[in-house]
C-alpha cells in the first residue's frame, strides 16, 4: 500500500538533491539514522498551497543494486515504506549519466517525477534539453528546476502530489535486454510466480533482474526464504551467465547496464538533448551511429546489408545444399532397391527420407543464414535496424517496440513467430500489443525459408538473392499494411511513446558467432528429426490409405497384360532380361516408356483415392483459382501444422504419386520438369505460404498471449483468407497478361 502523502527525494551524489530538499522543507525538518546503521536519515515537511507532503531525503546512490550500504538503504526504504512518489533529482548537465538510476526506479514501478535540475548548468554548457519530449518517452513528468534559487521547486511539488493521487496505475518500464538475457528472464519469472516467491515484497521482473545481477541482498533473502528454488534460479543464472561468458566474452550485469544505457542513449537521439559536437568528443559507438543511423543513409545500408546477407547465404551455401540433396537421392535409392516393394518401403523412403530429407536438405542455407544473423545481432547492429524501422511503424499505428517482435520472427529472415509473439509482452498497450502479435506469423521465419528457398531455387534462379530479399520486402509491408488496418478497426487506439534501447557496438568473437549459428541450425535439425519426422508419418499414412480395392488394380494389370501381349515378342523378352540400365534398342524403350505411364497412372490414383488426395482433390475447384493442384493442397494443409512441412509434403506426394515413376530424381528437378508447375505458379504459392495462417504452435501461443482463443481463430481464418485472395489476384492477372506462365 502507497505511503499516501509520503515524496521520497532520490538521485546521484552532487545532483543537488540535499540543497533542493532544505529549499522544500526549510526548518521543518530534522535528522536521524536509519535503523542499524550510519546512514543518516533526513525528512521534514513541505507545505504550500493547501499542499502538504512529507519529504524523506534519500542517500545519494548511483544504482539500486546492493554494492553499498547507501544503495540498500535507499532500496529498503523504497520497497518497504513505499512512498507515493519518487522525486528523482537528475543533473541536467549529466543527463544521460543521471537517466541510469531513473530506469532502475521506473523498473521497480515506482510512480516517478524528474526533477531536471541545474538548468542553468546545462544551459551554460550549451545543453539544449526538450523537457517535454523526454516526459512524452520517458512516461515520466519532468520539471525543469534551479534548486540553488528555488525556480521550479514550487511547480515540482504540485506535479509531485498530483502524480500521488493516480500513483496506483503506474506500470513497471521493461526493457529488452536480448534474447539470452530476456529467455533466463522468462524462465525465473515463470517460477518466480509459480512458488509465490518474495512478490509480497518485490515486483516480479524486477527480482528476476536482481538474480540476473548477482545481487547480494536478494541472494541471501532467497536463500532463506525456499533455499531450493533459490538453487535453481541461480542455475539459471549461471548457465547464462556461462553462455554469454562463451559467446560475448561478457556477463549478465554487463549485458543489462548496457542496455540501460542504451535505451537511454535512444532518448537522447529523439531531439531530447541537443549540443555543439566536438567530432573527436564522440563515443565511438555515436560516431557510428551517425552515419549507420542518418535519416537518409541509414536505411540504403540498411537495405544494402540485408541484400549482401541474401548474397553471401544463397551463394556459399548452394553447393552444400546441392550435395545434401544429392546424398538423399542416393539414400531413397539405395532404400528402395534394399527392401521390397511394400508398405516399408513406402514409408522409408517416401515417408521419411523424401520427407525429412526435404527439410533437412536446406540446413547449410539456414546455418549460413543464422552465421549472417548472429553476427548482425552481435554486433549490435540489429537494434539499429529496429530504431531506425521505429518512424515507419508510427505511421502505421504500432509501438516501435514491436520492432524488435518483427525481427525475432524473422523480419530479415531465419526467426521464429513463437518468440517474436511472447517479445510482444514488453508492450504496456493492449492494443498495441494485439497488433503486433496478430501481424509477427507474417514474416519470413525459418520453416518458411526451405519453401521460399526451394520455389525461388528452381524458377528465379538467377534473381535468388535480389527475390528473399524483396519477398522480405513484402512480408514487412503486408505486416504493416495489416497492423494499419487492425488498427484502424478491430483494435483502434493512439499510439504510445517508443524508446529502444540502443546497445554499444561489438566486435562479435568467431566462437561467439559459430555457437550462436549451431544453437539455431540445431532448432532446425531438432524440430526436422521431431516435429516434421512424426508430421511426415502422419501425412505419409494420410496419402497412403485407404489403399486401392482389388477390383482397381486388377484393371492397372489387366492394362500392363494387354500392352505386353500386343509387343512383339523379341521386345518383351528384351525387356524382361534387360538390367535396369542396360541399353535397350527403340522398341523396347517405348515399351518401357508406355507401361511407366500406366504405372505412374496408378501411383497418382491411389493418391487421390487416400485421405489427403481426397482432401487435397476437394478444394481444387477453390484454389485452381490461385494455381495450385491437388497434390500443393496436400501440402498447404500439412503447412498448418508446421511450415516446413510443404516441402516435405511434396517430397512425399510427387513420390507416392510420381508422373515419372523411373525416380531418381529430387524435388527440385520434379518440379521443374512437371507440366502443371511453372514461375507464376511458384510466385502464387511463394505468396499463400508466407501469408497464410501461421503454424498450430504459434496459434497456441497467440491465443495464450492475448488471453483468448478468440484471437487464434482470428490468426487463421484472416491469414489464410487474405493469404488466397492475394495469390488468386496473382495468379489470375499474370495468367491474363501472360507474365510469368510461359502465355
Avoid at 164 to 188: M, R, W
Avoid at 192 to 198: G, R, S
Avoid at 720 to 736: D, E, H, M, R, Y
Amino acid at each position: 500500500m502507497k505511503n499516501g502523502n509520503t515524496i521520497a527525494l532520490a538521485g546521484n551524489p552532487n545532483s543537488g538533491k540535499t540543497t533542493l530538499f532544505n529549499r522544500l522543507t526549510g526548518a521543518r525538518q530534522h535528522v536521524g539514522n536509519y535503523p542499524g546503521v550510519t546512514v543518516e536519515k533526513k525528512e521534514g515537511t513541505y507545505r504550500r498551497n493547501g499542499i502538504k507532503l512529507h519529504i524523506v531525503d534519500l542517500p545519494g546512490t548511483y544504482s539500486l543494486t546492493a554494492y553499498s550500504v547507501e544503495e540498500v538503504v535507499a532500496r529498503d526504504f523504497l520497497v518497504n515504506e513505499k512512498p507515493a512518489v519518487v522525486v528523482n533529482i537528475v543533473d541536467a548537465s549529466n543527463l544521460e549519466r543521471n537517466l541510469y538510476l531513473t530506469t532502475q526506479f521506473l523498473e521497480l514501478g515506482i510512480p516517478v517525477c524528474i526533477a531536471l535540475n541545474m538548468m542553468d548548468v546545462a544551459k551554460g554548457r550549451g545543453l539544449n534539453i526538450d523537457t517535454v519530449k523526454l516526459s512524452e518517452l520517458m512516461g515520466v513528468p519532468v520539471v525543469p528546476t534551479i534548486a540553488r534559487s528555488g525556480k521550479g521547486n514550487i511547480d515540482l511539488m504540485t506535479v509531485a502530489a498530483d502524480l500521488a493521487s493516480h500513483a496506483d496505475t503506474i506500470q513497471p518500464l521493461k526493457i529488452s535486454y536480448g534474447a539470452d538475457i530476456d529467455g533466463a528472464l522468462q524462465e525465473i519469472e515463470a517460477r518466480i510466480v509459480a512458488h509465490d516467491f518474495l512478490t509480497d515484497t518485490y515486483p516480479m521482473r524486477w527480482l528476476a533482474l536482481k538474480y540476473l545481477e548477482q545481487d547480494r541482498q536478494i541472494l541471501e533473502k532467497g536463500r532463506r526464504v525456499n533455499p531450493e528454488l533459490a538453487r535453481s534460479l541461480e542455475a539459471i543464472v549461471e548457465k547464462v551467465a556461462a553462455h554469454l561468458d562463451e559467446t560475448l566474452d561478457t556477463y549478465p550485469e554487463a549485458v543489462i547496464a548496457d542496455h540501460r544505457y542504451g535505451y537511454i542513449s535512444a532518448i537522447m537521439k529523439q531531439g531530447v538533448l541537443k549540443r555543439q559536437y566536438d567530432t573527436d568528443r564522440l563515443h565511438t559507438s555515436d560516431q557510428v551511429d551517425r552515419v549507420l543511423t542518418n535519416r537518409f543513409l541509414g536505411p540504403i545500408i540498411m537495405a544494402g546489408v540485408i541484400l549482401g546477407l541474401y548474397h553471401f547465404t544463397f551463394t556459399y551455401s548452394e553447393l552444400p545444399v546441392t550435395w545434401l540433396e544429392t546424398f538423399f537421392d542416393w539414400l531413397g535409392n539405395t532404400t528402395a532397391a534394399l527392401l521390397p516393394d511394400g508398405l516399408l518401403q513406402s514409408l522409408l523412403v517416401s515417408g521419411i527420407i523424401d520427407g525429412v530429407g526435404g527439410v533437412l536438405g536446406f540446413v547449410p542455407l539456414i546455418m549460413f543464414m543464422f552465421f549472417g544473423i548472429a553476427l548482425l545481432e552481435d554486433s549490435g547492429y540489429l537494434a539499429r535496424v529496429a530504431f531506425m524501422l521505429d518512424r515507419v511503424f508510427r505511421i502505421f499505428g504500432l509501438h516501435g517496440s514491436s520492432v524488435m517482435a518483427f525481427i525475432v520472427s524473422g523480419g530479415i529472415a531465419g526467426g521464429c513467430a513463437v518468440p517474436g509473439v511472447m517479445a510482444t509482452r514488453t508492450l504496456k498497450s493492449r492494443r498495441e500489443r494485439l497488433a503486433t502479435l496478430l501481424t509477427v506469423p507474417f514474416m519470413n521465419c525459418g520453416a518458411k525459408l526451405p519453401v521460399l528457398a526451394l520455389l525461388i531455387g528452381i524458377f528465379f534462379a538467377e534473381q535468388k538473392a535480389m527475390l528473399m530479399f524483396l519477398f522480405t520486402i513484402i512480408a514487412w509491408l503486408g505486416a504493416l499494411v495489416v497492423a494499419k488496418l487492425l488498427r484502424v478497426t478491430v483494435i483502434r487506439g493512439h499510439s504510445t511513446p517508443f524508446v529502444m534501447e540502443l546497445p554499444p557496438y561489438r566486435l562479435p568473437t568467431f566462437k561467439g558467432l559459430a555457437i550462436h549459428t549451431w544453437e539455431r541450425t540445431w532448432q532446425y535439425i531438432k524440430k526436422a528429426g521431431t516435429v516434421i519426422l512424426g508430421i511426415s508419418i502422419i501425412l505419409w499414412a494420410m496419402m497412403t490409405f485407404p489403399r486401392l480395392s482389388d477390383t482397381q488394380l486388377n484393371a492397372f494389370e489387366r492394362q500392363r497384360t494387354a500392352i505386353l501381349q500386343t509387343a512383339p515378342a523379341p521386345v518383351a523378352a528384351q525387356l524382361a532380361a534387360a538390367d535396369e540400365d542396360a541399353a535397350l534398342t527403340p522398341a523396347a524403350q517405348a515399351l518401357k516408356e508406355r507401361l511407366a505411364r500406366i504405372d505412374g497412372q496408378q501411383a497418382e490414383t491411389a493418391l487421390r483415392h487416400s485421405i489427403a488426395g481426397r482432401m487435397g482433390t476437394a478444394i481444387e475447384t477453390i484454389t485452381r483459382f490461385a494455381g495450385f493442384d491437388w497434390r500443393t493442397n496436400i501440402a498447404l494443409i500439412g503447412g498448418f501444422a508446421a511450415k516446413e512441412v510443404v516441402v516435405s509434403t511434396l517430397g512425399t506426394a510427387y513420390s507416392l504419386g510420381e508422373i515419372d515413376p523411373e525416380g531418381g530424381e529430387s524435388l527440385a528437378d520434379t518440379l521443374a520438369a512437371a507440366p502443371h508447375w511453372n514461375p507464376l505458379v511458384a510466385l502464387s504459392l511463394i505468396i499463400f505460404v508466407m501469408f497464410y495462417s501461421p503454424c498450430f504452435v504459434s496459434v497456441a501461443c497467440i491465443a495464450r498471449e492475448a488471453g483468448s482463443w478468440k484471437w487464434g481463430a482470428f490468426a487463421i481464418l484472416f491469414n489464410t483468407i487474405l493469404a488466397f485472395s492475394l495469390s488468386v489476384g496473382i495468379f489470375q492477372f499474370g495468367k491474363t497478361f501472360g507474365i510469368l506462365n510461359g502465355v
